[in-house]
């Protein structure tokens, strides 16, 4: 596991324009730009879709927070997913700090041709080794869901879907997720 990260790396990171996403995996500081409006919207429309019933319990169970981009510092590692939850048991209050400490229930990233490489082998490992149990790639361009369960510190596939598929996917299966909405300009 790798340990915090230099301090000259993190004054870097500090210092990075807010119109750039950074992040330190593995010690190294890494920039990519803020997502284009395909990914954006996706990520949104996802965060409204599951945010009423399981963030505020509106129609649904309740019981998560949900954020989008937040800055999560794990292991050394501080990366910024495009959506995040935490069951509420695990995290009753979001923090009032700028970054969370607290590994997520969930992550979601909505992979852009310049981060994708990253997001599957960089980030995706680092979820894994810090207790991350599921993991979803939204992708709106190939317009699929793909959604792992950590077992055994281990990513299982879950299953692929595209299209105007309608899913119900772990940790969400409660409801019903129309994966056309997502797409949707």
Do not use: N
Not at 99 to 123: H, M, N, T
């Amino acid at each position: 596991m790798t340990a915090a990260p230099r301090r000259d790396v993190y004054k870097e990171f500090l210092a990075v324009p807010k119109h750039l996403v950074a992040e330190i995996i593995d010690g190294e500081l890494r920039t990519h730009p803020r997502p284009a409006t395909p990914h954006a919207r996706a990520a949104t429309r996802l965060g409204m879709k599951i945010g009423g019933p399981f963030d505020l319990g509106e129609g649904g169970p309740g019981g998560w927070l949900l954020l989008d981009e937040p800055e999560v510092h794990l292991l050394g590692q501080i990366v910024v997913p495009d959506l995040a939850g935490w069951r509420r048991g695990r995290m009753p209050e979001m923090p009032s700090a700028a970054f969370i400490e607290l590994e997520p229930d969930w992550v979601c990233e909505v992979p852009s041709p310049s981060a994708e490489a990253e997001d599957r082998a960089d980030k995706m490992p680092r979820y894994a080794q810090t207790g991350v149990h599921h993991l979803w790639f939204v992708d709106p361009l190939a317009r699929t869901l793909e959604a792992f369960a950590l077992e055994a510190g281990a990513w299982r596939v879950l299953g692929t879907w595209r299209g105007e598929a309608r899913v119900r996917v772990q940790p969400f299966d409660e409801m019903e997720l129309e994966l056309a909405a997502l797409w949707q300009k």
